[in-house]
């Protein structure tokens, strides 16, 4: 099994560009979810999927961030447009049961 | 909402000595309580969990204690090695449905010094 995978693993755009990031899940899981990283605020949870179908997106920060899983193998998560404070590490995970999550191997986003 | 906290946020210990843990969590809800280790710029990886109907679970050198009385968790690394040197988070989870929501901790940076 090749585990969750994230494209790209690193991404530099300037400030107002689209800014597309993707994710393949583990085969089987039904849960995906995508999170951000950064040093001030840690770990967040941004919104999850069951079966395709977006559960929770309270942790989305503006309408700027939208997400979408159009398929059981496929979710992107995309900044438009993007801003400086929007750099970090963004992973996404999946769980075949919503409990043991698997993190993909993240994308590094920085925003000039 | 649920909210968790993590102490310390820096350990450093010689190789060898143990290595302590604490989380502590306010929804009395919450059930499932897994630790994630992070390496510098890896993906965070499952180490250790524990349900709320154990109080103890060993794996090998990591251990995990809960007490849901106080709400709150505890990781053990005993007999360190350098490579446990890495960034430890706790989370918290309560189940919603046939949901769950991981809330995880600030972390803790662990260094073991050889």
């Known amino acids: 099994d090749a585990g969750v995978i994230q494209s790209p693993r690193h991404e530099v755009t300037e400030m107002g560009q689209e800014v597309t990031l993707r994710c393949k899940p583990i085969?089987?899981?039904?849960?995906l979810f995508w999170y951000r990283q950064t040093m001030m605020r840690g770990l967040e949870l941004l919104i999850y999927?069951?079966?395709?179908?977006?559960?929770?997106d309270s942790g989305m920060p503006e309408d700027r961030f939208s997400a979408k899983m159009p398929n059981a193998s496929f979710s992107t998560l995309k900044i438009q447009p993007s801003e400086p404070r929007d750099s970090a590490v963004y992973f996404c995970?999946?769980?075949?049961?919503?409990?043991?999550?698997?993190f993909g191997p993240g994308t590094r986003l920085t925003v000039t | 909402g649920e909210n968790v906290e993590q102490h310390p946020s820096t350990l450093s210990v010689q190789e060898g000595d143990s290595a302590v843990i604490k989380c502590t969590y306010s929804d009395s809800a919450s059930n499932y309580f897994p630790w994630y280790k992070q390496e510098l710029g890896k993906r965070p990886q499952l180490i250790i969990d524990i349900r709320s109907n154990v109080g103890e679970k060993k794996d090998q050198r990591i251990a995990v204690t809960l007490n849901k009385t106080a709400k709150h968790f505890s990781l053990h690394i005993t007999e360190t090695q350098p490579e446990d040197s890495a960034v430890y988070f706790c989370?918290?989870?309560?189940?919603?449905?046939?949901?769950?929501?991981?809330?995880f901790g600030s972390g803790t940076r662990l260094l073991v010094r050889p």
């Open positions: 995970a999946s769980s075949p049961h919503s409990v043991e999550q698997y």
């Open positions: 999927f069951n079966n395709n179908v977006p559960i929770d």
């Open positions: 085969s089987g899981h039904d849960y």
């Open positions: 989370a918290a989870s309560a189940q919603v449905d046939s949901s769950y929501k991981l809330i």
